[in-house]
């Protein structure tokens, strides 16, 4: 799945794919590179990314918790969903 620069995702639990974490995440960017795990430390994420077995592909930048989060891998993404409350019930005649 492809996501938008200004779409709206939420991040999946690399433990269950039915987690994802709120809130959601802000695409700021969206390019062909190697994921990042360890964005301060090269040596570190080369290796982890050959123990995972994940080669370059779609990333993404995304704004999450007031930071910006470099190389994340498209499946460590997902749409999001916003769940509305429904209005009826707050209004009732």
């Given at each position: 799945?492809?996501?938008?620069i200004?779409?709206?995702?939420?991040?999946v639990?690399?433990?269950?794919s039915?987690?994802?974490?709120k809130?959601?995440?802000?695409?700021?960017?969206?390019?062909?590179?190697?994921?990042?795990?360890?964005l301060?430390?090269?040596?570190?994420?080369?290796?982890?990314?050959?123990e995972e077995?994940?080669s370059?592909?779609?990333v993404?930048?995304i704004?999450?918790?007031?930071?910006?989060?470099?190389?994340?891998?498209?499946?460590?993404?997902a749409?999001?969903h916003?769940?509305?409350?429904?209005?009826?019930?707050?209004h009732?005649?």
């Amino acid at each position: 799945m492809s996501f938008k620069i200004g779409e709206l995702v939420t991040i999946v639990s690399s433990m269950n794919s039915n987690i994802h974490y709120k809130p959601p995440a802000l695409v700021v960017g969206a390019y062909e590179g190697e994921p990042k795990i360890f964005l301060n430390n090269e040596k570190v994420n080369k290796r982890w990314l050959e123990e995972e077995d994940l080669s370059p592909g779609r990333v993404y930048d995304i704004f999450y918790r007031g930071e910006v989060e470099e190389a994340v891998c498209e499946e460590w993404l997902a749409p999001y969903h916003h769940q509305s409350r429904h209005a009826s019930s707050c209004h009732k005649k």
